[in-house]
């Protein structure tokens, strides 16, 4: 026999009042969350409680998911971390990884299945995950514990709880206070304000939250990217996460090329070499976004 189920996440404000859940059918279902907690660390509580609470059934499992961050940590960058200590390729520890360690510690054993499912799309399970994810959140927004559903063994039990996740993280400052520690300092340029932004999308903590990446990604986005494939802004989103190896940003140019848009050129080096990259950054309602991005193999 094989379990077939969706898990999915939501974080109201991310972080904020978040949510998670899991569903296979009206009788086996659950649902969880906390006061305070991010999106992904929604999304990988929910796997976690979906395998452990399956841990007896001594099925294989199909997950479906709309978070490729999710997917890709279980089964690609997980080994690497284990090697490296819960590391990253830059020596950072691992983001979430009480939540990681403990997801490796599931899997042990089981065989599963990850199914990527673009969300809101129509897809059974996703939406029904999705509705009860968000209905924690909505419940912990109003101060009140979520239903936690009959769980994996039916109605009549309790299912396990889940305890808030280790250090979340506190809600993030609004774009115009990111240089709020320069209080003493001239108000940073507007090429100083791209800049910082074109670097927060090399970091971990901005590429594990797609809600951030698109906050700084324009309706229009697109890119041509080294390989000279074109991207989309949602195959972006879908697709992006922590990077493999450390890169250095080395600003080559910063041009105004209008009155609210910037043109950045600059070098991003990794072990492996060099890439020329440019980006448009435009202003919309007093916020950078950026609207196109271009990389090209350095020879």
Known sequence: ?????????????????????????????????????????GELTAVLDLLEQTADADDDLVIYCDSTYVIKSITQWMPGWKRKGWKKGDGKPVMNVEIMQALDRAMTGRTVRFEWVKGHSGHELNEEADRLANGAATAWQRGAAPDPGPGWTGAGTTPPERPAPASAPSPPAPEPDLFSDLDDTPAPTDEEQVIALERALLEDATRSDSAAVAALLHPQWSEVGRSGRLWTRAEILDEIG???????????SCLRVGEDALLLTWRASTDSGSTLRSSLWVRTSGHWQQLFHQGTPET
């Open 1 to 41: 026999m094989t379990i077939i189920a969706a898990a999915d996440g939501s974080a109201l404000g991310n972080p904020g009042p978040a949510g998670w859940a899991w569903y296979v059918d009206d009788a086996h279902w659950a649902a969880g969350g906390w006061p305070h907690g991010t999106n992904n660390q």
């Open 242 to 252: 922590p990077l493999t190896s450390p890169v250095t940003l080395d600003v080559i």
